[in-house]
């Protein structure tokens, strides 16, 4: 007897694609994408890569007319239901490139549903390159396998972000001069969350006030060493998706 080919197939590239995706569409790809799945992966006529948009799911397609610099991919069938990621947002301050990049790729592995920068006093970079980040969260929900990319909110500043926080949301603040001890906080605070970093120069004294002020916040340590902004965000997060995230 011959085993049932894995459906669908293992090695199945998977892109991210902004075309709305049902069953039978064509999905033109072009630009690094098809120079991806032609030149990287290699694909043949009737190969199948994975598809999502980031609104219906996952589905597989079928590779067809290859040219030199793009093809067409026609939808089969849906694969994965779309994603429900936990409530979480990242609310981290804008640090240096390579490092902000590291921070989205991890946020997006880890299941975070909201990427918001934040700008503060002390921040050394106040300006991002969105669509840098936007293309980080793209390789690695596609890596990952993800169905939907995190939401990524253009850049805020400290003051507006706490003036409207929402009612129903935490406000975990992580604060390097000190707070609770984080897993028998997360424990006692379920439900929807955000986790707020600040950048490599930490908060100024006034902030951490206006912070504190503000009636969801929850001021938590990380521990004992003072960790570089990247590694408090994606440490926190590990530990929000771990206590009270999708993890179980
Ligand atoms: N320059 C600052 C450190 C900033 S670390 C100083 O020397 O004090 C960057 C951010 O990571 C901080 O603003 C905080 O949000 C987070 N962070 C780092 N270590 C932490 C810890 N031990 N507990 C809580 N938050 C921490």
Redesign the pocket.
């Known amino acids: 007897m011959t085993a049932t080919p894995a459906w669908p197939p293992q090695s199945a590239p998977r892109l991210h694609v902004e075309t709305p995706l049902e069953e039978g569409v064509a999905v033109p790809v072009d630009g690094n994408p098809a120079h991806y799945l032609i030149s990287v992966m290699r694909v043949k006529p009737d190969d199948i890569v994975l598809l999502f948009d980031g609104r219906s799911g996952e589905w597989a397609a079928k590779v067809r007319d290859i040219r030199k610099r793009d093809l067409v991919l026609e939808v089969l069938s849906r694969t994965k239901a779309p994603e429900d990621v936990p409530d979480f947002w990242l609310c981290?301050?804008p640090?240096k490139k390579g490092r902000i990049d590291l921070i989205a790729e991890k946020a997006c592995e880890l299941g975070v549903a909201r990427l918001q920068p934040v700008l503060?006093r002390?921040a050394v970079v106040d300006k991002l390159n969105l669509d840098r980040l936007h293309a980080h969260l793209v390789e690695a929900a596609e890596q990952c396998g993800r169905t939907a990319l995190p939401e990524l909110t253009g850049m805020v500043k400290l003051d507006a972000l706490l003036k409207d926080w929402p009612d129903e949301r935490w406000l975990f603040?992580?604060?390097?001069?000190?707070?609770a001890s984080l897993a028998e906080t997360l424990k006692d605070h379920p439900g929807p969350a955000a986790f707020?970093?600040?950048?490599?120069?930490?908060?100024d004294p006034v902030e951490r006030e206006a912070i504190r002020a503000v009636a969801k916040a929850v001021p938590?340590?990380?521990?004992?060493?003072?960790?570089?902004?990247e590694?408090?965000?994606i440490a926190?997060t590990t530990a929000w998706m771990a206590i009270n995230g999708d993890w179980r």
């Not at 938590?220 to 902004?229: F, M, N, T």
């Open positions: 981290c301050a640090i503060t002390r603040f992580a604060d390097e001069t000190g707070g707020l970093i600040g950048p490599e120069g930490g908060f938590v340590s990380l521990g004992p060493r003072i960790l570089r902004a590694t408090a965000a926190a």
